[in-house]
């Protein structure tokens, strides 16, 4: 998928993404902001990769760090301001970029995170390079988000799923795969929390507004999947609804 497919497919969904409740809060924000900590003085700076509607953004500002609010779609970034105004944030700036492309100094940032935007990231390498370009030795990278189990199998059930339902879904990559990535490029990896993310069938697929008929299709891949996928994901059939859970890797590396 194109730079500017992908800014489309974000900037049509932007209102969506400012109501949805599992990007609104869940876990991983708690587990960012802990494994984060309060800016030791107003002189630190961070920056959020894909920030959709703003609310790791926002999570970060409130911890007193000078806060960037990135991501490739404008109409993400007008919900982050117009959400950040509402809250009172004036330590809050806002940059449109890829990821994979940062538009700031070298050794000019002491933390680069991210939360549930890295399944979307074209080039998750060229991400792990930016961030170690742009942090100061001894500044940390902290990314939330949903992993694929190592098993091949359990994994590729839910690649396909994911792929049918978002079309602009990269890649949910496996734990073992992204620690390697981020050691191998100058990165201590001090922290793992292993989390989930639960989510309901009929909101989940509301907000790519996929055709009804593969809506239907997709249920029947969730209440038709093996005992093993099942027990994964933790499928369960409530009233007209499904719920499920994919697993997340919050982790937080220190540029050596």
């Known amino acids: 998928m194109s730079k500017?497919?992908?800014?489309?497919?974000?900037?049509?969904?932007a209102a969506d993404y400012a109501i949805s409740q599992v990007h609104?809060?869940?876990d991983s924000l708690e587990i960012i902001r802990g494994l984060v900590g309060a800016a030791p003085d107003s002189s630190h700076w961070a920056i959020d990769l894909g920030t959709g509607a703003g609310f790791n953004a926002f999570n970060i500002a409130g911890l007193d760090y000078r806060t960037v609010a990135t991501d490739l779609a404008e109409p993400m970034l007008k919900e982050t301001q117009r959400i950040g105004g509402e809250r009172g944030l004036t330590n809050l700036a806002l940059c449109q970029n890829t990821a994979e492309s940062?538009?700031?100094?070298?050794?000019s940032l002491d933390i680069v995170v991210s939360r549930m935007a890295a399944h979307h990231f074209g080039d998750y390498q060229a991400v792990i390079t930016e961030a170690h370009r742009v942090l100061k030795?001894?500044?940390a990278l902290l990314i939330a988000d949903s992993v694929a189990p190592e098993d091949n199998s359990i994994r590729d059930w839910m690649e396909?799923?994911?792929?049918?339902?978002?079309?602009?879904?990269?890649?949910n990559r496996k734990p073992s795969v992204i620690e390697a990535m981020v050691t191998e490029w100058g990165?201590?990896?001090v922290d793992r929390v292993h989390t989930s993310i639960h989510l309901k069938f009929n909101g989940w697929v509301a907000r790519t507004a996929i055709p009804e008929l593969e809506a239907e299709s997709l249920r029947r891949g969730f209440l038709n999947a093996l005992p093993a996928v099942k027990d994964a994901f933790d499928i369960q059939e409530v009233d007209d609804d499904i719920h499920f859970a994919w697993p997340c890797l919050v982790f937080r590396a220190v540029k050596v």
């Open 4 to 13: 500017d497919q992908r800014e489309a497919a974000f900037g049509a969904r």
């Open 24 to 26: 609104v809060s869940d």
């Open 102 to 107: 940062l538009p700031f100094a070298n050794g």
């Open 137 to 139: 030795v001894g500044g």
């Open 160 to 171: 396909e799923i994911e792929l049918r339902r978002d079309y602009s879904h990269i890649e």
């Open 187 to 189: 990165f201590n990896l």
